[in-house]
């Protein structure tokens, strides 16, 4: 339910964003949790995206980070974070400026005993939007 609170102020400044007129707007998003990964820059500029007759919309989904299992519960939250990593590289690399909101969720710790060993996990539902334009031709 969090998730809805904070995604939803988001949406709306992203539709405020797209109904300004030419001059240039940046947000910046962050979250604590991944404060160390970056920033996410919506841009609004003379690109000439909209201008040609094309007509764009967002669509959003998610997907399920998943960690190595670990020997401790540090190294497992560090194998999250790096399929976390990875998987934002990944959408940034196929949508370039049109990724709207790329977030990996809270991840939650499993655990689980196999042979008198304890492994631990890592995984979270993570959430994305992707404005996507197009043509009329």
Not at 16 to 24: P, R
Not at 35 to 55: F, H, N, P, S, T
Not at 74 to 99: F, I, P, V
Request: hydrophobic share 35%; charged share 35%; aromatic share 6%.
């Amino acid at each position: 339910m969090k998730t809805i609170y904070f995604l939803l102020p988001l949406l709306f400044i992203s539709v405020a964003v797209f109904a300004q007129d030419d001059d240039e707007t940046s947000i910046k998003t962050q979250t604590k949790s991944h404060a160390k990964e970056g920033v996410i820059v919506i841009e609004k500029g003379d690109r000439g995206i909209l201008k040609r007759g094309r007509k764009a919309k967002v669509e959003s989904g998610d997907s399920e980070i998943v960690g190595d299992e670990m020997a401790t519960p540090q190294a497992a939250k560090r194998e999250w974070d790096a399929r976390c990593t990875s998987w934002k590289n990944e959408l940034r690399t196929m949508n370039g400026k049109n990724l709207l909101v790329a977030d990996c969720g809270r991840p939650k710790m499993k655990s689980e005993m196999r042979q008198s060993e304890k492994s631990y996990t890592y995984e979270s539902i993570a959430k994305y939007k992707i404005r996507v334009v197009d043509d009329e031709d």
